[in-house]
């Protein structure tokens, strides 16, 4: 089973849509800050990650960076959304995820 964190906004606008995240072979958490995602990877040893750039609490730039420098967190795949903006999209590209989404 493919364990995924969602920021909660992210999974709103999904929820309202048939989407790759109902397969029964993905176990699913919600994390409302990005605070509550590291706190829930480091408890589970998710696959992947999908969260904001910018939420309340820690940054997605420093939750990705607490992630790729602990050698047991950092096996996860990263997708951060963010503004699409020149500066949001360049902030979001030094965070070392594996994917950066700009928001339409």
Do not use: W, Y
């Amino acid at each position: 089973m493919k364990k995924i964190i969602i920021a909660h906004a992210i999974h709103e606008s999904l929820e309202q849509q048939n989407t790759f995240l109902d397969r029964t072979d993905f176990k699913v958490f919600i994390a409302k800050t990005n605070d509550e995602a590291l706190k829930i990877h480091r408890t589970e040893l998710v696959h992947l990650i999908i969260t904001r750039l910018e939420m309340s609490g820690m940054t997605g730039e420093h939750l990705c960076s607490l992630i790729r420098e602990d050698g047991l967190l950092r096996a996860a795949s990263m997708i951060i959304v963010c503004a699409n903006t020149p500066e949001a999209i360049e902030q979001a590209g030094r965070c070392r995820a594996n994917a950066v989404l700009p928001r339409p």
